[in-house]
């Protein structure tokens, strides 16, 4: 088999059984729920919690991750429309879709982008937070392949644009 149709078959097989994982229902409302989340409340809510703990000390952490989220959102939304790879149910009909998506395209998973991105920066800034962002970010980039939204390498390709993101906006 040649490489390109190995990954492909590897990325879809992963998918298929992560997928498969929400036939329980408790994973279906706890991915759906993290996903929720994971659509900005989680961030925008940890924003507000740091101004009302820290006031004016957080305002630069706040607004250099607010300025790391509109970098991503530019590049992921500039990206879908570029490469419009098909969400994984749209191409599999054992691939099941437990919530609706916030826009067309697969490539790459915007909310793992932003959540990796978000977790980067934070941290930075407050590493006691580390216990907590990091494993929400796993799960929300988790949330994606079990949702049917999304395929690993669209996920690894959000984790590895938001990180960039991250790194970048702390060499100015």
Known sequence: MQPIKQFTHLDLSLC?????????????????????????????ALMILLLALYRFEALLPVVHMLLAGGTCTLIYKWLKQKISRPRPYQVNQDIECITAPLDRFSFPSGHTLHAVAFSMVAVAYYPVLSWIVFPFT????????????????????????????????FQF
């Open 16 to 44: 298929l059984r992560l997928n498969h994982a929400s036939q329980y229902p408790f994973v279906r409302r706890l991915f759906r729920t993290v996903s929720r989340l994971g659509d900005g409340v989680f961030w925008y």
């Open 138 to 169: 796993f799960l929300v980039a988790t949330s994606r392949m079990v949702l049917g939204l999304h395929y690993p390498s669209d996920v690894i390709a959000g984790a590895a644009i938001g990180a960039s993101v991250a790194w970048i906006s």
